[in-house]
């Protein structure tokens, strides 16, 4: 082979790359802005950040009622965070119909039965049923309201 040919080739093989980097680093900045833009439009309401928080909260208890270390004060934690979640400010208010409220309603009251177990220094099995019922209201409540998350709540369940 020719040294000018070794050189095209060479060239070629250059100027191919170089493109090819160019290319895929432009996709990768459009791609960038475009993530942007998506998270600019949406932002996620009181409620959504709220139900956020307690699937995060519930998964974190499982720990504790697996362990049997749930305390006083994480039950205590969860009712005072968590009972806003009527008043906090839907996506949709058009989605929230008047079961929302007794649902919200009755998990605060299953959270309060789970302190009076724990109080009382009840069986784990006691306190699993309790968890695992809050969770079943969950999943009720969100049967109506808002399906996306019933998965990710049962598998909160013990």
């Not at 160019?22 to 996709?27: A, E, F, G, K, P």
């Not at 995060?56 to 979640?85: A, C, R």
């Not at 019922?133 to 990710?152: D, K, M, N, Q, Y």
Request: glycine share 2%.
């Amino acid at each position: 082979m020719s040294t000018s040919l070794i050189k095209s080739i060479f060239y070629y093989f250059f100027l191919s790359l170089v493109s090819c980097f160019l290319s895929c680093n432009n996709r990768s900045i459009e791609s960038d802005l475009s993530k942007n833009n998506r998270q600019d439009l949406y932002k996620a309401s009181e409620l959504a950040n709220k139900m956020r928080d307690m699937a995060l909260d519930m998964e974190e208890l499982k720990l504790k009622v697996n362990t049997g270390s749930i305390t006083i004060k994480d039950i205590d934690k969860l009712i005072s965070s968590h009972s806003t979640m009527s008043s906090d400010e839907p996506t949709d208010i058009k989605e929230i119909q008047p079961s929302f409220q007794l649902f919200s309603n009755i998990y605060i009251e299953q959270l309060e039965e789970l302190k009076t177990i724990i109080l009382k220094q009840g069986e784990i099995s006691e306190q699993i049923l309790l968890f695992n019922s809050a969770l079943t209201t969950c999943v009720s409540c969100h049967r109506e309201h808002c399906p996306g998350p019933i998965s990710r709540i049962e598998k909160i369940k013990i």
